[in-house]
């Protein structure tokens, strides 16, 4: 094993360097993500709303306080975002105390700013700068405190989503699965033995490896495909896999060990009931600013009996999709179910940066792999 150190309380942090040195390095709050973005502007417009109710004796009168407060705070807000988003580096640089400051300062001047463009259309004959200014900070404060929390709340949550994924990817039955596999091998084909046993220790050491919190999609396509190796030796012909795959999501960031999980539930409640095995296919594309994941695998002939014990507590989808919404927030999108007869996950993740083209992703040894069927 390549590490030591299975958990870490710093996911990001690299592995050749103490976590000290980063203390009072660490970005406070980030204002980069739609998400933020979002949620900011939905809360600064609930403040306002409850605002304009002060003085308004009617419906329509509400609506045109409200307008005009908009007109006013809207860009201010936005303002701020882009102003904390720009000045994500330097403000990186800050301690922590320097960081809380200036996100609070940045909101002072935004409300200065929304004051004045209200005092230029009229509503404030008398600009209350100084109440508005005070309410910008106050805001900031409660925004950046909103932002602060999230990132802690990142921290423990993927700490957890690691140790489930562990708990249930070390699992007894599947170790003694392949190495069953493996023995039946060593006489026949000692080359696919020796094969079957390099993808497992990979898959193992990939497993508990510290990965910090995310980790490229071409990554993860070959860790998928090594544990579909293994399961390749063990159902043989009744486990057949297409892999349909677009080079240029190899770069998109997912978190780490996403896949591993669903291939697998498509393996175990897909191919494992089914006497005649059945097909999995796993497809990457891009759909302009979008990188669109689906694995699609076909249902048993015969669905299990009513009185039958559940194979699965949807927990790795829950894992998936919780980890993905942390990672991503609403630029990530998860589903799964059944759809034209086969059970379909697809997830939706941002577009990398443009880069050159890089070759095709292959397998980096699976003699026993269907490629294409």
């Keep these: 094993m390549q590490e030591t150190q299975i958990l870490s309380t710093l996911p990001g942090t690299p592995r ?4 000290s040195r980063h203390v009072g390095r660490a970005l406070v709050f980030d204002a980069c993500h739609a998400g933020v973005v979002l949620r900011a502007v939905l809360f600064v417009e609930g403040v306002l709303g409850v605002g ?4 308004a004796d009617s419906l329509p009168e509400w609506l045109a306080r409200l307008a005009l407060l908009t007109g006013g705070a809207l860009p201010a807000t936005l303002a701020w975002l882009i102003a904390a988003c720009s000045l994500k580096t330097v403000l990186q640089r800050l301690p922590t105390i320097g960081q809380y400051a200036a996100g609070v300062l940045l909101g002072a001047l ?6 004045g463009m209200l005092a230029l259309v009229g509503m404030a004959p008398q600009p209350p700068w100084l109440a508005s200014s005070a309410s910008g900070a106050l805001l900031s404060a409660l ?7 999230r990132a802690r709340g990142r921290t423990p949550a993927a700490t957890t989503a690691r140790l489930t994924e562990l708990q249930s990817r070390i699992r007894p039955h599947f170790l003694f699965n392949t190495l069953n596999s493996a023995i039946a091998l060593v006489r026949a084909e000692p080359a696919k033995a020796e094969a079957l046993l390099e993808d497992l220790s990979d898959l193992f050491r990939s497993a508990l490896v510290e990965q910090g919190e995310a980790v ?26 297409q892999w349909q795959l677009d080079p240029r999501t190899d770069a998109a960031l ?7 999980p669903l291939v697998e539930n498509a393996v175990k409640h897909g191919v494992e009931p089914s006497t005649r095995g059945g097909k999995l296919r796993v497809l990457t594309e891009l759909r302009g600013s979008r990188v669109v994941v689906r694995i699609t695998n076909t249902l048993p002939e015969t669905p299990p009996p009513k009185d039958a014990p559940p194979r699965g507590h949807g927990i ?4 998936v999709r919780a980890r993905l919404a942390l990672l991503h927030d609403v630029q990530g999108e998860f589903s799964a179910g059944v759809q034209d007869g086969l059970y379909q996950v697809r997830i939706t993740l941002p577009a990398p940066p443009s880069s050159p083209t890089p070759p095709p992703t292959t397998p980096p040894r699976a003699p026993h792999e269907h490629p294409h069927r």
């Design 16 to 19: 050749t360097e103490p976590a």
């Design 254 to 260: 997912l978190p780490p060990l996403l896949l591993q």
């Design 316 to 319: 790795a989808l829950a894992n």
């Design 52 to 55: 304009a109710m002060y003085g």
């Design 143 to 149: 925004l950046v405190a909103a932002l602060v929390l």
């Design 110 to 115: 935004a409300g200065l700013w929304a004051c």
């Design 216 to 241: 490229t999609l071409a990554e993860e396509i070959q860790l998928a495909r090594r544990y579909l190796a293994i399961e390749q030796v063990r159902f043989g012909d009744r486990l057949r896999v």
